[in-house]
């Protein structure tokens, strides 16, 4: 579903999101509460107070993708933060968040550039 490559931005809506909302409500949220352009290349990630269901809204050219992920057991280590805050995040952690880790993950490999050999 997810790769952990690619050009698409994720941005995490920090604190609560009220999981009744579908697509129409997440949308708004994303053009009036985020100002962020809501049918760009990205990832928009919502979840519950209980840090036990996540959303996630996409764009892909014709119509929006809706993922629903909830957990039997545990919780996301979601950031907290207030009503229309959001945090950029790649998609590498992204994939941290969705194993239950946390964004921070000091033991992992850090991203290299590629350069020229010439």
Not at 9 to 19: I, N, Q
């Amino acid at each position: 579903m997810l790769s952990e490559t690619g050009s698409g931005r994720v941005y995490l809506a920090c604190g609560a999101t009220d999981m009744r909302k579908s697509i129409d409500g997440l949308a708004a949220l994303v053009e009036y509460s985020f100002d962020l352009d809501l049918f760009s290349d990205a990832w928009f990630v919502f979840c519950n107070r209980g840090r036990d269901k996540l959303k996630l809204l996409r764009w892909d050219h014709n119509g929006f993708w809706l993922y629903y992920r909830r957990l039997e057991k545990g919780r996301f280590d979601w950031p907290s933060g207030s009503a229309g805050d959001t945090m950029a995040v790649s998609r590498r952690e992204l994939g941290w968040l969705l194993d239950g880790l946390t964004l921070e993950q000091r033991q992992a490999h850090k991203a290299v550039e590629a350069r020229t050999i010439l």
